[in-house]
């Protein structure tokens, strides 16, 4: 069965910063809801009524959140923080938000664990398609980047190490989180990305430095998904296997832009494994 994580009309979260309510002039608001499909085609992404605003509704929320404090909003489910023995990071997809991907933890729910969710400012980690030219998603791309560092971060400070810490994304925010990955080599407890593929168009350099240290990696993608090219979730895993990681890549015949019970097993796997980490 697959399971649908579109965005949920309403789901927004409804304790945002003040900025995120209101462009610096403090003239017009900044927060749409948005229904639609997590990764829209790269012609709707570049409509002429909206590309140009939403570009600079973004540039405006991510230049003023990190400007003003604390960078997006977390929402937290499972164990409380501080008593938590692991930790999943769940980065949510274009146009869904953060309690559509906590959500997700009813499915994948073991004991022990903390969920940290972060909410993009509109929704939207970066305003084009992933396999765009890099710079064309800057600097939208590098600020998402720091958003799951800072709750890579915030995991830290609470006695969770990296190792026993999971990341997992669906969609542009799967695409997110193995391109963080990649950039922030390391041991994690495991990578999980759901319908995804590295960020940047073909030829895109991926020497990347560091290493994964062997670190369990997850690619579930459907092998005729419109948004995610068989390709380049391919050409993702391998890319992850020279950097050290353990990889396994399961495309499943016709699924679409969705998840399914196989993934969420192996997810669950993968936990109770983290969980058991002594280290």
Not at 5 to 26: I, Y
Request: charged share 20%; glycine share 10%.
């Amino acid at each position: 069965m697959a399971v649908d994580v579109t965005p949920k009309p309403g789901a927004l979260p409804t304790e945002l910063p003040s900025v995120c309510t209101q462009r610096l002039s403090g003239s017009q608001p900044l927060l749409r809801l948005r229904g639609g499909h997590p990764e829209r085609s790269a012609a709707k992404s570049k409509d002429a009524r909206r590309s140009a605003q939403d570009a600079a509704d973004m540039f405006c929320v991510h230049t003023a959140l990190f400007r003003n404090g604390p960078p997006f909003p977390v929402l937290t489910g499972g164990e409380p923080l501080d008593g938590a023995r692991a930790a999943m990071i769940m980065i949510h997809g274009r146009g869904a938000t953060a309690a559509d991907i906590l959500a997700l933890m009813t499915d994948l729910a073991q004991p022990g664990f903390v969920y940290l969710a972060p909410q993009a400012a509109n929704n939207t980690w970066y305003p084009n398609r992933f396999l765009e030219p890099v710079a064309a998603n800057e600097p939208w791309l590098s600020s998402a980047l720091v958003v799951v560092e800072e709750a890579l971060v915030r995991g830290g400070q609470a006695a969770i190490p990296p190792r026993r810490t999971m990341l997992l994304g669906f969609s542009q925010g799967a695409c997110l989180t193995l391109e963080f990955a990649a950039r922030h080599a390391q041991r994690y407890g495991a990578v999980v990305g759901l319908s995804d593929g590295l960020i940047g168009p073909d030829g895109t350099p991926r020497d990347y430095p560091g290493s994964l240290a062997g670190t369990p990696v997850f690619l579930g993608c459907s092998d005729a998904d419109f948004h995610i090219p068989k390709e380049r979730v391919d050409h993702t895993a391998e890319v992850l296997r020279r950097l050290g990681g353990e990889v396994t890549e399961r495309l499943y015949p016709n699924m679409g832009h969705a998840v399914n019970e196989d993934e969420f097993g192996f997810v669950r796997g993968l936990m109770r494994r983290v969980a058991s980490d002594e280290r």
